[in-house]
């Protein structure tokens, strides 16, 4: 009967551990279904992006915001160099202005000095 005692708890040993097996195997489950309930959930809330599911006009969408900004940006790029072109020429036709009024006075000047 010694043998047969030992072959039992042999047997009771592997059922020990087979069951703390189980029970890590089942918390593992656990934990890995949590995480798939988790991206699905994730996945839905990602769906829900795409009206209809088009993620094709979704795409389209974005380009075309992309696209707008972008003409936008060179539309203010523009204006800005012609504004400052237009306000060089602005700056030279003052400064030709100024010189011409400058220049009458002068000549004024000199013709009513000269002449009284």
């Known amino acids: 009967m010694e043998g047969a005692k030992e072959v039992v708890d042999a047997i009771n040993g592997l059922r020990d551990d087979l069951d703390q097996r189980h029970t890590d195997n089942i918390s593992a489950q656990a934990a890995t279904d949590a995480k798939v309930v988790e991206a699905i959930r994730r996945i839905d809330d990602l769906h829900k992006a795409f009206p209809g599911g088009d993620w094709e006009a979704h795409r389209r969408y974005h380009e075309t915001l992309i696209r707008k900004n972008e003409e936008r940006s ?38 009513t000095k000269v002449t009284s």
């Open 74 to 111: 060179k539309f203010y790029a523009d204006l800005r160099q012609e504004m400052a072109q237009k306000g060089l020429w602005a700056l030279v036709i003052g400064a030709a202005s100024a010189a011409y009024w400058i220049g009458n006075l002068v000549w004024l000047y000199f013709k």
